[in-house]
């Protein structure tokens, strides 16, 4: 009999940002005491904001007497938490209730575990250059997947395919790697695919806080009919700088049946048969990220960002190199120069430059011949780098 | 076509613990002032240690500063803490390296994980009475499910079936909800059991800290074979008070293969491509419990609810009830007095006396005619209910 799960045979041994770290080490080795400037992995490096820091010690405290101690947490989320999270949609005029809502660890790991809820036989729509990990999970369960086209020309819009399928749609706005966001008719177009086809849109809003512009969605739920087809997964890590610290949320709408099951109370058996919630310290730090300090606190955060991918564009320019995203997106895709390939283009940057960036290719086939790089890293390292990129194209490495 | 996971709908609506929340509930709004003795739900009520508290509080203080700040964390555990947990192992001869041990959320959360390795067409064989989620997450992967013999006179020691079958075998020692601990003897019968059948133990452990009498394994790497067949899956919620805290370990041994895979590097293809690790505050936290100061902390710990068992065991022998358990754990297991059944028994507990347990019927049908009682309810909750039972005995309420 089989005995494991051979789907596991079929994904690729090495995974993209441990090929990336090997070469950087490799590159230290044979240059120590170098520095790079790491625009790479999408990490963010400023600290948790002074609300989040108070709320946590505050939790550790309840944890430190019997009178205050809390054991395990609701499997679903704190209803406090959920309550909070439903508000600040609602405060935005997008209709989410608070058992709507379940807190998790994270986006990557929500993304991952939301996949139970789903036929094998149902293929994934992944819409190229994408986050690796959506594939990988995918494929580790057996699914084939659909790749539709991205329309590059119109700043990297995903678009619905032109014959109907019903499969598991993944959408990420603002993107990951392109840095594109999808407009109202972008989502309109996927929600009507959707819909028409039985299908269940994946909606990763990861990166929602960066979206600057005042027309541009940050909730698929702001478009009427998501909440019959779209499941939404977001996460602290780059609103909050959680990377590190861990804590998500997830939002499966009443509306959302297939097969005559209610995706929502699916959720619910998985969660309280699978785990026993998230830290109740981790959950006062999300807490406080949704309080009305929190939000003014976060809202500097994204400006230190927002300042550091203004900069970079500004380098870019430049140095006459075409890129997209930076406006509402932490992640800037540039054109590789000259026809180069992405993972030319990263070895220059490293070798030359001492600048780490993510190749394109990572991404998928459609990446190819781009390279992205994340505006997460401190000011000076990404003012230096813009330095550096512009010294590179006058000594015609690029 | 099917869209949605549809072994959803074989799993019971509703979930043991859930519905004991219900019946209490209920019982309250009609008695409201009245107040519960819960030796229900196997939840912890002692704070965290100092070391505990010490170190979690450090880490937060890191995450308020950007040159201390940390983001994602290495997806299978901070090395240092896989290193500490081998060495803890080791400290006791028993042969686990730190590239065996990965980081997770607890042991609930891992035990859902972890079936994701395994082939959805190999049954699981649960030795019931069992942890209830044991055959749910493998009624929701659509697994089917095998339960052999429990040896009821030799203290709940689950037997291998006389036919060989190949399996995902649960164990659980000490047990929940038993509290019976599997000898040696026991575990060398399992071993061979799985070695020769090609199949794989999923060891539960996380009451491994319970363990009093020297003789008795607790880990089930301290009997020799285990490596080529074995998971142990472990956590610091009852060790040291993590219920709400969250935190566990896994050990996946380098021997262990199966179909040619090792699922020790499955298991990395799986963390690296479906979370983004544990949180930092979270894995300090757990190195905290094993550093030197933090092991006899958690002793002292362990110490409060072994004192509880004492009590409450000395009520039951004054009251002349029979029950197994207690000694090298901290649940006790009960046989229901005068034939009755096991929520018939819960009822009377509760509307009789305020003491909220937990009916063996929830673990499977082996389970009736059995409550179990928590001993991690406070000291003063314990001899009050030690004292009550005796009462309803004499009152013939049992």
Redesign the interface.
Known sequence: ??????N??K?K?S?LF?DIRKRIDAWLADHSGQRILRLG?G??????T?SV?KA??EA??D????ET?????PECGDPQLRSLIAQWYQKRNIPVEADEVFVS??A??E???IL???????PAMIPEPAYP?YA??NV?DGREIIFPDTDMENGFQPLPPEHDV?ALIYLCSPDNPTGAVCTRECLEKWIAYAVRT?S?ILFDAAYESFVFEENIPRSIYEIPGAKECAIEISSL?KTA?F????CGYTVIPMELK??G?L?NA?WV??R???????????QKAAMAVFSEQGQKEVAELHEVYRANAKAFMKALDEAGLYYAGGKNSPYIWMKCPEGKGSWETFDILLKQAQIAATPGAGFGESGEGWIRFSMFA?KEDIVEAGRRIIALRNEKYF
Do not use: K, W
Request: proline share 2%.
């Open positions: 009999m089989i005995c494991m799960n051979l596991y045979m994904v041994e995974y441990a992995i990490d963010v490096t400023q600290p948790l002074p820091v946590m010690h550790v405290e944890q430190a007497r019997a101690f809390h054991g395990y947490m660890s994270g990557s790991d993304l991952g575990d139970h809820l789903f036929d094998r036989q149902m990990a990988d999970a580790m019903q039985d269940v890590s700088g990377t590190g610290t861990r297939r097969d099951m995706l699916m058996r998985n309280t048969t699978r785990t026993n919630g998230v830290s109740y310290i981790l401190s």
